[in-house]
């Protein structure tokens, strides 16, 4: 059965248990439902990545779950906390096992018998990874299946098996362990579930939902009434979910192997730098743990575990078990203080694949984050030396799922964010529902949800070719590292091609000027950093992180430093309001900041063709950097005038640098009036965007000057408060927002680059994957006309104000921004059969040039923008959007994980990007603000 990216695959309804049996019948005679529903309990705890299939049919029937004591998926999520079933005793269970189909018969089987344990082996190893067209296959190794299947307390009778009668092979499994969960503040004896294996030619014969009552049966036998199991389906219904990261640690290999892809502007030389690792633990005192650590090493992860939601309550013999090293099985290190103490604590466990059909590479080799406490270092530093440490063991890859703190330090180490996801269930238990860093618990032999592919695991999205301990030699060569490594099935326009060797240049003499420009004025060139200048330069760009800034946020902030904006080492406050003192307009010069020689302040004129051609062309040359781009943006006349002429614009806030006497347009910023609510105050603001520098004077310090004259321009107008975003972080973000993408054209995407065609996926399959209707599906959808004004601005206003940060609308501001411009911005509304309008869609057209590209020349991009469901799903509004996008033309459509986004994001097969987008606010403090409370969309 294939899941996962390609769509193809029925994930939910499983075989009805009151379906009889008949006996002596083959395989082949059952009907092909009961194959289908068979299929799915046989993935229901296989650790396979995401069922797009279950994850978008979520809500349909699940015959066979809908019979067991588990939260349906349209119920909500219970406060209570407690069992669902009544509670019962082991007198109420029967005796004797389930029936099985004809032919079958149970088993025990014996783990410590190296024929049975082979024999176990053997069929997870051809049937528990479906496909055999896969490039991996999960190799669980027999001293990992002893390791994973007898822990302390463990009971023979809950690793069941079924064989053929007769010939007495071992065609089905499922296992039990016990284990002491702790579910907030409940501790509950539970079973956790796990290997849930059907021979592949037995599909039909509906052995697994047979597997899962016999299992249920000798478990409650035991008096335990409760289980966990975790899943890379969506099933009735996870207490949380949550993803995958991948770290590189042999980025040649996994290149080879097809689990990476080189990045289109990556040679393999740079790509191992940027993946490199020291040869030794940074730390002082880290050593492999010894059998005498065990019980300061209990007491560590004992303490840590009391701050989740969900974790397990591990006694020392536990601890012993499943952390004291075992080669090959699982690594565990401590760090020792001068005075012999342990107060640290790393450990990562061994699940390594088989490679199929590679003339180089059989085995790749993973390392799976485990247990890791940190008390006297960062816990970045101490997974920063589990790397090492892994690479040290000829570890191929470093997985990790976003559980615990682990949050903390993926981005930072370069870990790539992959397709699969990872459900946790309870079985006969109810509870609120969980985050990701409120989960507490790694089942080891549960934690493998991810297809071990490209379209699963790309390398880090990271963008510097540093590692954390060490800063870049230059900075053309930290911009050179950026958008190097995509993810297999979404790309980020702004992806770049291969760069070309450089020479070096030589040193200019002092006064040399750049042809057609100034020369510097008394070496002034010299006086600013240029990394500074740049990091100006992209302060209000939109295009992806800056992975640099991302890792080196502690570095000073020569220009920032000097601003009212809070410092990147402050604690984010719980207070709103100014940073500077109050002012009046009287206090702000009259006079405009000095230029450096030769150049001269302008107002531009937008609703001039020569002058808004010129802004045009600066921003399309300039406002991406780097001319070897594979992608461009094209901001443009119209979308300019649409973006800068809002009601009460000032064209004083359209400020522009020219060459003094040549007259040409050579720096570029823009500000326009918006009233902002941030928490309970409503504050009257400057939107900032289009820092534009002309690439060759770089070295003028334009960049600062120009944020320094556009803010005197603003408090000029009594204004004191701004808000921009950026895909770089600076002193410092109120948010950190995220894109996403949705494929509308996947053929032009693979064509230019944008995306990659899937390792197991050919081009009729991915179009096939991404298509959408030809027409909405909602009755009553139409384009928005100037009549619907007032209601749709009554919809926006009321649905924004549910968030931390949005713009307080007027209806003029409005209809200027929602109602449709052809080429510019989309609206639709939804109306009922009153005539009345109950919902609404918009998104924004923002293309990109395509250069050096024999058959495209332009990529056409939808950006999500106000959208308002009150009569339907969010989802199924946001569904139509994408086919209305189709309709006109475009190649993707990109989404932001702002407002209630998250709640289509996935199910719509967006994937998620590497791109970031920071939210900032100028002289005004407030507690930071987590992306689904931002209501704003800055263009």
Known sequence: LTCGEEGEGDEEAVADEKSTQKKGENAEDDKETDVTSQEHLVQMLRKRGTCEESRRHSE?????????????????????????????????????????????????????????????????????????????????????????????????????????????????????????????????????????????????????????????????????????????????????????????????????????????????????????????????????????DVPRVHFLVSTYLKKFQLHPELSADEIEHWMLPRKDVVYCYVRENEKGEINDVCSFYNLPSTVLGHEKHNQLRAAYSYWNVANTVPLQDLMYDALILAKQRDFDVFNALDVMENESFLKELKFGIGDGFLQYYLYNWKCPKIDPHGIGLALVAAMINTPMGPQAAPLAMAEADKSPKEEPEEEEEAEEEEDEVENDETGQAGGEKKKKKKKKKPAKKEGAATAGYPAPANGEEDKEDPDQQQHLLQMLRKRGPCEESRRQTAREHAFWDTQPVPSMGSEYGQDSGPLDEVRQVEDVHAEPYPLPDKFEWCTCNVDDDKEIDEIYTLLTENYVEDDDSMFRFDYSVHFLRWALKPPEFLRSWHLGVRVQGGGKLVGFITGIPAKIRVLEKSIQMAEINFLCVHKRLRSKRLAPVLIKEITRRVNRENIWQAVYTAGVVLPRPISECRYWHRSLNPKKLIEVGFSHLGARMTMARTIKLYKVPDVPQLPGMREMKKEDVPKVHSLVVNYLRKFTLHPEFSPEEVEHWMLPRTGVVYCYVRENEKGEVTDVCSFYSLPSSILGHAKHTLLKAAYSYWNVATTVPLQDLMYDALILAKQQDFDVFNALDIMENESFLKDLKFGIGDGYLQYYLYNWKCPRIEPKGIGLVLL
């Not at 019979?67 to 005793?89: A, R, W």
């Not at 307390?153 to 071992?170: A, E, P, T």
Request: net charge positive.
């Open 60 to 292: 349909r029937p699940h015959t066979f779950w809908d019979t067991q004591p588990v939260p349906s998926m349209s119920s909500e999520y219970s406060q209570d906390n407690g069992p669902l079933d009544n509670i019962k005793t082991p007198e109420d269970v029967r005796s004797d096992p389930y029936p099985l189909p004809a032919q079958f018969e149970w088993c025990t089987c014996d783990v410590n018998d190296a024929k049975e344990l082979q024999e176990i082996y053997t069929l997870l190893t051809e049937n528990y990874v479906e496909d055999d067209d896969s490039m991996f296959r999960f190799d669980y190794s027999t001293d990992f299946l002893e390791w994973a299947l007898k822990p302390p307390g463990y009971l023979r009778q809950w690793h069941l098996g079924v064989r053929v009668k007769g010939g007495g092979k071992l065609v089905g499994f499922i296992t039990g362990i016990p284990a002491h969960i702790q579910v907030f503040e409940k501790k509950i004896d539970m079973a956790e579930i796990n290997f849930l294996c059907v021979h592949k030619k037995l599909r039909s014969k509906r052995l697994a939902p047979v597997l899962i009552k016999e299992i249920t049966r000798r478990v409650n036998c035991e008096n335990v009434w409760q289980a966990v199991y975790t899943a890379g389906v969506v099933l009735p219904r996870p207490v949380s979910e949550c993803r995958y990261h991948h770290r590189s640690l042999n980025p040649k290999k996994l290149i080879e192997v097809g689990f990476s892809h080189l990045g289109a502007r990556m040679t393999m030389a740079r790509t191992i730098k940027l993946y490199k690792v020291p040869d030794a633990p940074q730390l002082s005192g880290m050593r492999e743990m010894k059998k005498a």
